[in-house]
């Protein structure tokens, strides 16, 4: 490596380090906050006073600077005082009357609370990132005859681009020429590729997956399906929830009314009690530290961390504690249907075999010709097949694949053909086992037809079929009261079958994103609280939408970056667990809060009535601290 490359690379790491620390830096700060706290209590234990001074304004300097210049910032902008504000009052205040531990303490923990709450919104940002990386960055552009790459904003509404296999759709068009499957995942949720060919439409960001084709592009880059589903996840995560909105409106009224009250008592006793200067400046000082919300941060965080911790143990990952709190008051849940309800992934539920023919041999048979196919019902077929049959497949012969349709091939003199309905002659399927095609299409399986020597001989069933966990995961959610619905992209018949076997309320079928997120929209006028459960990108939106978006641990990464909880056994089981699990926490937190608000009440009163001094006051302020982190911690348990 030369000279210049190294100092390239090296000044890329180091580049890199630095971001790492400025992205976890209040956190960083935060913890060696704690450890100047830890050094200064030893150091004033040994008694070596100046160390230990020097140790707790080091603590106060570099765990509290983030929030100081947060609240500092935030009142000169709104012309109104905060709670960052009340923090920073309290713990000089308890530095002025000597109780340098106290005032540290308080700025560690509203340090560490600051860094959790960035590194939340760090989190939240991620799934936009994720989304424009799927988003192709160029074209391949076809112009009097001649292809060149360009960068897909260059393109044009009529702009004509090759589309080559494996390659994903730049932008949103019609098909001019070719035919090929496209894998629609990424926009519709369907499970299975669909056919597209002449005069049909395709869609930026899904996948083409076997034949090259040429798209005529219908909309400008930034006016794409995939472009409108990136700006449904933005506007849905800037709206802020009504508990955020509370506490806004809430810590400028505390804050001012705690120091207002302060300030009085610097003042007023002194003349209408006969209190000396020194006496109403203690008493306030005391007032001051007893009424800092200390207590009140205990009593949500520690439980929240604990409950976050016990779901973890059981595959809930829960990305913070408002998304746990309102799993409690969940009214409605509505579920994606491919990856979610369903395993996402075609398997064969019923075979059909003409009466004389062997099923094992037709079936291998059958298998050897898939085999060369790439398509996902050909790959099922094979899966299985292998599973049954222990033995080798074998090569056919002058082998034809008819895009769209199915495929042709040889073997041992005998002429088969494997595909759709029309490929084999739809008069004969009419007629095949008894009739029992439109039986099985109506329970949302898909059909594959094997003919051999012009004769049809077998027909193959595959459905995507429901989890084992899915109906009791359903029942389960009934039981505490919770309205059931399905969304997904898949035709009506489909969507009918699967949401009779999965006992939801309710089912909308062919959904795009954006249809989805106005069900929701719906759902929320009927319902305070909604949930979404999927797993793919075309999901997001609708996750963002929800109250709470549940994603499965499988799913594409967009879907769990979007998620506020992550099911990460694929276990829909668990959101119920999940909601237990909220309602517990929620119970707590109300003792927590109630207790800690009483304590507080309590010393103040007796601080008015001169019946507590500073070292009790702190005693009573800090040790119904440690109290409420008690209780929180039972959550831990299972």
């Known amino acids: 490596m030369s000279a ?24 960083i700060a935060a913890g060696i906050s704690g450890v100047l706290i830890a050094a200064g209590w030893l150091l004033d234990r040994m008694d070596a006073n100046v160390p230990s001074i020097i140790a707790y304004l080091l603590a106060f300097i570099i765990g509290g600077f983030a929030k100081a210049k947060e609240g500092i910032e935030a009142t000169y902008e709104n012309k109104e005082l905060n709670v960052e504000m009340l923090m920073i009052f309290a713990a000089v205040g308890s530095a002025i009357i000597g109780y340098w531990t106290e005032g540290a303490i308080l700025i560690f923990i509203f340090a560490v609370s600051g860094a959790l709450e960035t590194y939340t919104m760090n989190k939240s940002h991620k ?21 060149k790459r360009v960068h897909v904003s260059e393109l044009v509404v009529g702009d004509q681009i090759l589309v080559k296999p494996g390659e994903r759709v730049p932008a949103d068009g019609m098909i001019i020429t070719g035919h090929t499957n496209i894998d629609e995942a990424a926009i519709t949720g369907e499970s299975m590729p669909v056919s597209k060919s002449k005069a ?26 995939f472009q409108k589903i990136i700006l449904l996840v933005q506007s849905a995560q800037s709206e802020k929830s009504p508990s955020q909105l509370f506490i806004e409106r809430f810590e400028g009224t505390y804050v001012k009314t705690v120091l207002a009250v302060v300030l009085l008592m610097m003042v007023l006793p002194h003349f209408l009690l006969g209190w000396s200067w020194e006496e109403s400046f203690y008493r306030a000082m005391i007032l001051l530290v007893v009424a800092s919300p200390c207590a009140l941060v205990a009593s949500i965080m520690p439980a929240t961390l604990s409950a976050i911790s016990n779901g973890a143990k059981h595959g809930i990952l829960v990305k ?71 033995k080798e497949l074998i090569s056919p012969t002058n082998l034809e694949d008819f895009a769209g349709w199915g495929v042709k091939a040889e073997i041992d003199g005998d002429q088969w053909k494997i595909g759709k309905a029309e490929f084999v002659g739809i008069e004969s399927v009419k007629s095949f086992a008894d009739g029992k095609a439109e039986e099985l299409a109506s329970l949302g399986n898909t059909l594959v037809y094997v003919q ?34 399905m969304l ?23 959904c795009l994103p954006e249809e989805k997120v106005e069900q929701l929209k719906q759902l929320k006028k009927k319902y305070k609280t909604i949930a979404m459960v999927g797993d793919g990108i075309n999901d997001a939106p609708a996750l963002a939408t929800a109250n709470i978006g549940i994603a499965m641990g499988e799913g594409t990464d967009v879907a769990l970056e979007t998620a506020d909880v992550v099911l990460m056994k694929n276990d829909l089981t668990r959101i119920s667990e999940a909601i237990n699990l909220s309602k517990r926490m929620n119970r707590i937190i109300k003792q927590n809060v109630i207790f800690s608000l009483t304590v507080i009440m309590l010393l103040i009163s007796s601080n008015f009535f001169q019946l507590v001094d500073l070292p009790l006051g702190v005693i009573g302020h800090e040790g119904s601290t440690i109290l409420v982190i008690l209780n929180s911690l039972r959550l831990l348990k299972n």
């Open 200 to 225: 049909e439409e395709v869609f930026a960001g899904t996948v083409n997956l076997t034949g090259a084709i040429t798209v005529q592009t219908t909309k400008a880059s930034n006016e794409t399906l």
């Open 127 to 147: 799934e936009i990132s994720s989304l424009m990386e799927l988003q192709p960055e160029e074209a391949l552009l076809i112009r009097n005859g001649i292809e």
């Open 4 to 27: 210049e490359a190294k100092t390239l690379a090296n000044g890329m790491q180091h580049e890199g380090f630095i971001e790492k620390v400025k992205l976890h830096g209040e956190l």
């Open 488 to 510: 997904t992209g898949d035709s009506e018949k489909t969507a009918k079958a699967i949401a009779a076997e999965s006992h939801v309320d309710q089912y909308f079928a062919e």
């Open 320 to 390: 913070g504690g408002v998304h746990l709190e309102n799993l409690s008051q969940l009214e409605a849940i509505a579920f994606d249907k491919t990856g979610t309800l369903t395993k996402g992934k075609p398997e064969i539920t019923e075979v059909f075999v003409k009466e004389g023919l062997n099923e094992e041999d037709l079936l291998w048979k059958a298998a050897s010709i898939e085999n060369h196919s790439n398509h996902p019902l050909a790959q099922s077929i094979v899966k299985h097949v292998k599973k049954l049959i222990k």
């Open 452 to 485: 051999i020597n012009g004769n049809l001989s077998a027909m193959i069933a595959l459905k995507d079929v429901v989890r084992a966990e899915t109906k009791l995961a359903i029942d389960h959610l009934k039981k505490q009261g919770i309205y059931t619905v």
